[in-house]
């Protein structure tokens, strides 16, 4: 089963959630550039609670492969690592920009044996893109659990996207911005 485009007014959000997002917006203008990576994560993680949070720039220019420049287990950050999205999740949020999988996500990418490995049932992708639209990387979110108000998530995922957008654009040498 897959979601994309989750979608809220903003007039739909509670109180909580509305907190949530202005909390996120204030990071958003307060992050230093040397750690974005691992505050914006550490903010994403408190508030999901997801088991991972990986944000990955493209190895290979097909995005064949993903870098991950920060791979988070359960609010500590681990090793980086290269890995495939050839017949992953990964390839359907590069694809639509976002894309959300409450269950399911071993069956559905049997060839991605990582999930298994990782034991997760849940996903949830968004493409990161350079200032020409181009994906240059992605933001995963995976749990053994359907994620809790995916539609709040998706619109802090937004918000926090130009951030990570940029600082993958840093790493990748774009002159636009140095």
């Given at each position: ?90 390839q ?40 020409n ?8 979110l ?37």
């Open positions: 089963m897959k979601y994309e485009f989750i979608h809220h007014r903003i007039d739909d959000w509670n109180f909580e959630e509305k907190a949530l997002i202005n909390q996120t917006i204030h990071l958003a203008l307060q992050v230093k550039p040397a750690n974005t990576l691992e505050v914006l994560a550490k903010h994403i993680y408190d508030i999901t609670q997801v088991k991972y949070i990986l944000i990955s720039k493209a190895h290979t220019e097909d995005l064949s492969e993903l870098s991950s420049l920060l791979f988070m287990a359960n609010g500590t950050v681990l090793d980086n690592a290269v890995y495939s999205t050839i017949g992953a999740p990964c359907n949020a590069l694809s639509h920009s976002i894309c959300y999988y409450p269950l399911g996500i071993q069956q559905e990418f049997p060839e991605a044996l990582i999930l298994q490995h990782l034991g997760v049932h849940s996903y949830m992708g968004m493409a990161l893109k350079d200032l639209q181009k994906n240059i990387g992605i933001i995963t995976l749990d053994e659990k359907p994620i809790k108000n995916p539609g709040l998530v998706e619109h802090l995922l937004t918000i926090v996207s130009p951030l990570l957008e940029e600082k993958i654009m840093r790493l990748n040498g774009n002159k636009d911005l140095l």
